[in-house]
C-alpha cells in the first residue's frame, strides 16, 4: 500500500542522467515547486514508455501547475538515459537501482513478469512542504495512474 495522503514525503537523492548527469534530491524543492513522482516499473516497456511519452508531451500542464516531474525506476541510470533519448522523453529519470526509495514509498513490485523486484506503477502529488497530498498505486502495472487527479491535486495547491 502506497504511503497516504498528509504523509511526510521520504526525501530522497538519486542518480540521473536525464537531462543530464546530475543527483536528484526532491527536498530541493522545498518551498519552491511542487513536485509529482511517477513510480514505473521498467524502463523499454510498452506501457512505461506510452506514460513517459505522454508525460513528456504534457508537461506544458504541470509546469503551469508548479510542479516538477521526476520519474523513478530501478533501472540504471545509464538504461534510462537510453530509453530517454530514443523515446525522447522530457522529464528527470531517477535510478532507484537499491529500491530505497521504492520501499520508502512502499511501492515494491515483488518478482514482475518473473524478473525479479522493480517499483509499481504509481503516482505522488507532493506539495512545497514536502507533505504527499495525493498518492495512488495503480491495480496492476498494466494500469496507468489517474493524471485528472494528479492535476485536480496540483490546481487545489495553486
Known amino acids: 500500500m502506497a504511503i497516504p495522503v498528509g504523509s511526510q514525503a521520504p526525501d530522497f537523492t538519486l542518480k540521473s542522467k536525464t537531462p543530464a548527469d546530475v543527483e536528484v534530491k526532491l527536498s530541493n524543492n522545498r518551498g519552491k515547486k511542487n513536485t509529482v513522482l511517477l513510480f514505473f516499473p521498467l524502463a523499454f516497456t510498452g506501457v512505461c514508455t506510452k506514460e513517459m511519452c505522454d508525460i513528456t508531451s504534457g508537461l506544458g500542464a504541470y509546469s503551469s501547475l508548479n510542479a516538477d516531474v521526476i520519474g523513478i ?17 522530457g522529464i528527470a529519470l531517477v535510478s532507484d537501482l537499491n529500491k530505497t526509495v ?6 515494491l513490485f515483488p518478482m514482475l513478469a518473473g524478473v525479479g523486484d522493480t517499483s509499481a506503477r504509481a503516482a505522488f502529488v507532493i506539495d512545497k512542504n514536502g507533505v504527499v497530498q495525493y498518492s495512488e498505486q495503480t491495480p496492476t502495472p498494466k494500469d496507468l495512474p489517474n493524471f485528472e487527479a494528479v492535476k ?7
Open 152 to 158: 485536480a491535486a496540483l490546481a487545489k495547491l495553486q
Open 73 to 89: 525506476s530501478v533501472d540504471s541510470p545509464f538504461a534510462q538515459a537510453a530509453w530517454a533519448q530514443k523515446e525522447k522523453i
Open 102 to 107: 521504492t520501499k520508502a514509498y512502499d511501492v
